[in-house]
């Protein structure tokens, strides 16, 4: 079981990637941007960070980044919408360790979740 | 409008109907749902016009999510359903994630307003993916904004926050078929004015190829 914190601006996302985790493992936190992230994560440092791309203030790239800076081996999976790839390289490029896209479905989510553990 | 232009308009509506599968498969594998949606007809109107064309009372309140759209091509696409297809959709999205305060004044809950967001997010990414293939453009899109309102506010709202002058807009009248429940919706995509000229230089004579 691995403590999670998911970090996107549309509460109806953070509710269904909890739908899908719930059980399996420990909703430790959320965030609306990519600011908050950082600040979040300082205090709970959890296991994995499921991040989205587009978000208001800042921006999960840059989100990536200053937590990659500070804590080399943070385990963030990206979540993109269809059409994002240059985000994901981008994404990737900056630290993240993996994505998933847009249809989310539960096993994947699952799936890529347990790959980093 | 030209004889050339409505071939154009024809090749439009092919890649918004692309766009519409998309769409549906996307709901479908995300939320489980027997989903299908079609496109009925696909109009250039001027934006001042928007409201006489959108088959909801001028003067009513409607629901709205607006995304802004940048890169290659510059301007907004806005998402416009009636309060009572917004509640009807969001019902069956949020099935078992309902909030349990409702309050009795809020046309929306929190939760219903951000389901309404992400259904504008669906439907934008789908749109701009189906575009920026087809004409070989890049477009990012911006976080969806909600807003409940006069259609023409939620239009001038879009319009100001992208900071875009265009004179007209592509309207496409859309029917989701979701379960037992029929939501009728438009979608208006909103490009500036350089944006307009860009996608009309960039739809080749022939039709453009659509990559699955």
Redesign the interface.
């Known amino acids: 079981m691995a403590n999670i914190m998911i970090v996107d601006d549309s509460k109806f996302m953070r509710e269904l990637l909890k739908k899908f985790l719930v059980g399996k493992h420990e909703i430790v936190g959320e965030a609306e941007n990519g600011l908050e992230a950082t600040e979040k994560y300082e205090g709970l440092k959890p296991d994995i960070v499921l991040m989205d791309i587009v978000m208001p203030h800042m921006d999960g790239i840059t989100a990536v980044r200053h937590i990659i800076s500070a804590h080399a081996d943070a385990k963030i999976i990206m979540c993109t919408s269809v059409g994002q790839d240059e985000k994901i390289k981008a994404a990737i490029d900056a630290g993240a360790k993996g994505y998933i896209t847009k249809p989310f479905q539960g096993p994947n989510v699952l799936k890529e979740v347990e790959s980093l553990l | 409008m030209s004889l050339n232009e409505i071939e154009k308009l024809k090749e439009i509506n092919r890649m918004a109907t692309r766009s519409a599968d998309?769409i549906a498969?996307?709901?479908s594998?995300?939320f489980g749902l027997d989903v299908a949606m079609s496109i009925s007809s696909v109009n250039m109107v001027s934006v001042a016009n928007i409201p006489k064309f959108v088959g909801i009372m001028e003067d009513s309140t409607v629901v709205g999510s607006f995304i802004a759209f940048n890169g290659n091509l510059n301007g907004s696409v806005v998402c416009v359903l009636s309060i009572k297809c917004a509640r009807d959709i969001s019902k069956i999205?949020?099935a078992?994630?309902e909030e349990e305060d409702r309050d009795p004044l809020a046309v929306l809950t929190?939760?219903e307003q951000?389901?309404i967001?992400?259904l504008g997010?669906?439907i934008t990414?789908?749109f701009?993916?189906v575009w920026?293939?087809s004409l070989s453009v890049?477009?990012?899109?911006?976080?969806?904004v909600f807003s409940c309102d006069y259609i023409s506010n939620i239009i001038e709202t879009s319009m100001s926050r992208n900071s875009a002058e265009g004179d007209f807009a592509f309207m496409f009248d859309s029917l989701m078929q979701v379960t037992n429940h029929d939501i009728d919706f438009e979608v208006l995509v909103l490009p500036d004015l350089d944006s307009m000229q860009i996608i009309f230089d960039k739809i080749p004579a022939g039709g453009v190829i659509i990559n699955e």
Do not use: C, K
């Not at chain 2, 890049?138 to 969806?144: M, T």
């Open positions: 998309r498969e996307s709901m594998v995300m999205l949020l078992g994630m929190e939760m951000s389901s967001m992400e997010n669906i990414s789908s701009i993916d920026a293939n890049v477009v990012n899109q911006e976080p969806p």
